[in-house]
């Protein structure tokens, strides 16, 4: 049976804070929906009301987009391990990238990534827990390596021409303003 809360609770946290992965799910008012999962320990519960997760380089860039036009972001969580359980975050995002004044606010939450790209910020408006009992069990094996040795063959240029060739806009065709506001 789901239960719905306003605010993360200290169990919601201590949830979050066990899982290696999550899933951010955004759409444009007209277009497709995107669904990505992330990890690499990029993700902050702020408050009790607030989180965060630094975003870094990937093939495209949907969810800055689908911010920019909307706001609406879902983020879910899943026991792999023991318990079952789902959680969702429904929310408010917003876009928080290095030439902002509010990026070292945000960005000291965080240990340094390779590619970092933007940090997306979510109010949190409703959580809610589901069983999960559909859910399989797996094993965490570690991180893979991979984009770290990606952008550091890159380079600094090198990521902000990937950026202006792969991300400046959505599959649909809105702008993302990776590179400018």
Known sequence: MAKFYDALTDTVREFIAQQ??????????????N??????????????RTV????????????????????RITLMFCSFADK??????????????PRDPEWAQFHAHFDALPAERQIIVVDVQTVQ????????LYDYVGERETLARWAEKKGEQGIRDYWREKNQRSIDGLPTHILED
């Open 20 to 33: 290696q992965i999550f899933f951010t799910a955004t759409a444009p008012a007209s277009g497709r929906v």
């Open 35 to 48: 669904l990505s999962p992330k990890g690499l320990n990029s993700f902050r519960c702020l408050d009790e």
């Open 52 to 71: 965060a997760y630094l975003d870094l380089t990937g093939s495209g860039n949907e969810t800055a987009a689908h911010l920019r036009e909307n706001g």
């Open 84 to 97: 079952p359980l789902i959680l969702r975050l429904y929310g408010q995002g917003r876009v928080i990238r």
């Open 129 to 136: 827990t589901s069983c999960g009992y559909g859910v399989p």
